[in-house]
């Protein structure tokens, strides 16, 4: 009777083991890609609308064994709350690339309006100056840098820098807040933190600023939070309802809901910067010129930036759309390179590898 029963347990035991093991590969699977086709500069709606979905009938029929199947009768009730909940996952996850920040702001910590000119500085852990930056009309700026030690300073008139009346690491508006400690760096990536400033006198050029460009903390902190309520919202019904109604899509809802609240919480890992490389040898090629300016006015630059060591770039555009981009300098073997590309920066960044 004992061996019956080890015989039954090792049956179960065996197919439970192979379902799991099609569930691990279909998940496994999506999530691939998912991550391939999030680290490409395609952004369209469209086409994250189509991954979404991919991701959760890949889930969906993985689990399928599992899980109970879906109901034939839905009420009216049943069927708006699965809408709305699919609606919020959606987009959620249309805006999850938009949240992803590609570079770092300073602003005022009383106004939460971005400051320019900022004179921002980086060292390293000797105290050896790095580079420096200025921030462009919405306080952004964002320094190449790679494994490594490094602090941030940030310079104006009339304020002062660490702020002292915006502590901790999340305001209102901004999260990643910088105050001035070292921060230790893995990999090669951008520094992207936030600096708040305290104003210590009244800078005029901030004034005349509020008058010429429009910009409501009020509104835009209503619109974090709104965007936070409906999300946790959805993340609070998904797993009551799928208790009450354990069937396969609730289980791919609140499943895509953990999903997103991980996205959130970690971010998408995407490469900021752009390389450029010569197209014979496959090498980088270091300290090249890059010169921005647009497409009808080839020779009035908007933007300008050199490459590094490694052949890395990461430039700042104040509009979407296309630009002409000139690259200029000498291959590792000595070889001039001067050539022309066109560039869409769909988020006001440009970040293309270019092959000359």
């Given at each position: 009777m004992g061996g019956v029963v080890v015989g039954v347990i090792n049956d179960v035991l065996g197919s439970l083991s192979d379902t799991v093991a099609v569930v691990v590969k279909k998940i496994s699977v999506a999530a691939k890609e998912t991550k391939k086709t999030l680290n490409t500069t395609a952004g369209k709606v469209a086409?994250?609308?189509?991954?979404?979905?991919?991701?959760?009938?890949?889930?969906?029929?993985?689990?399928?064994?599992?899980?109970?199947?879906?109901?034939?009768?839905?009420?009216?009730?049943?069927?708006?709350?699965?809408?709305?909940?699919?609606?919020?996952?959606?987009?959620?996850?249309?805006?999850?690339?938009?949240?992803?920040?590609?570079?770092?702001?300073?602003?005022?910590?009383?106004?939460?309006?971005?400051?320019?000119?900022v004179y921002v500085s980086i060292f390293d852990d000797q105290g050896k100056q790095i580079e420096q930056r200025f921030t462009d009309m919405e306080g952004r700026f964002g320094f190449l840098v790679t494994s490594g030690k490094y602090r941030v300073e940030a310079n104006k008139t009339h304020y002062i820098f660490p702020s002292i009346k915006v502590l901790g690491k999340k305001d209102e508006l901004y999260d990643n807040l910088y105050h001035g400690e070292m921060l230790e760096i893995k990999g090669e990536t951008v520094i992207n933190?936030?600096?708040?400033?305290?104003?210590?006198?009244?800078?005029?050029?901030?004034?005349?600023?509020?008058?010429?460009?429009?910009?409501?903390?009020?509104?835009?902190?209503?619109?974090?939070?709104?965007?936070?309520?409906?999300?946790?919202?959805?993340?609070?019904?998904?797993?009551?309802?799928?208790?009450?109604?354990p069937n396969t899509l609730n289980l791919v809802i609140m499943l895509a809901y953990l999903a997103i609240l991980i996205l959130r919480q970690t971010g998408f890992k995407q490469k900021n910067y752009g390389r450029i490389y010569d197209k014979e040898t496959k090498k980088p090629i270091p300290f090249a010129k890059v010169i921005i300016s647009y497409p009808n006015l080839p020779d009035q630059r908007v933007a300008f930036g050199v490459s590094d060591i490694t052949g890395r770039y990461y430039i700042l555009v104040v509009d979407e759309g296309e630009y002409l981009i000139h690259i200029q300098g000498k291959t590792i073997e000595g070889k001039d390179v001067d050539k022309k590309f066109s560039f869409n920066a769909e988020e006001r960044l440009i970040n293309s590898d270019f092959w000359i």
């Open positions: 086409t994250k609308a189509i991954i979404l979905f991919s991701v959760m009938t890949a889930v969906a029929q993985g689990l399928r064994a599992v899980v109970m199947p879906i109901p034939q009768v839905f009420s009216f009730s049943d069927i708006y709350l699965t809408i709305m909940r699919i609606l919020g996952l959606l987009g959620e996850f249309l805006g999850l690339k938009k949240k992803v920040k590609k570079w770092g702001i300073v602003y005022d910590s009383e106004t939460k309006r971005p400051l320019d000119p933190v936030n600096i708040p400033m305290d104003p210590v006198d009244i800078d005029w050029n901030e004034e005349i600023k509020k008058k010429m460009f429009k910009f409501n903390p009020k509104k835009e902190i209503l619109k974090k939070r709104i965007s936070s309520a409906i999300f946790y919202t959805g993340l609070i019904i998904s797993p009551i309802t799928y208790w009450a109604t």
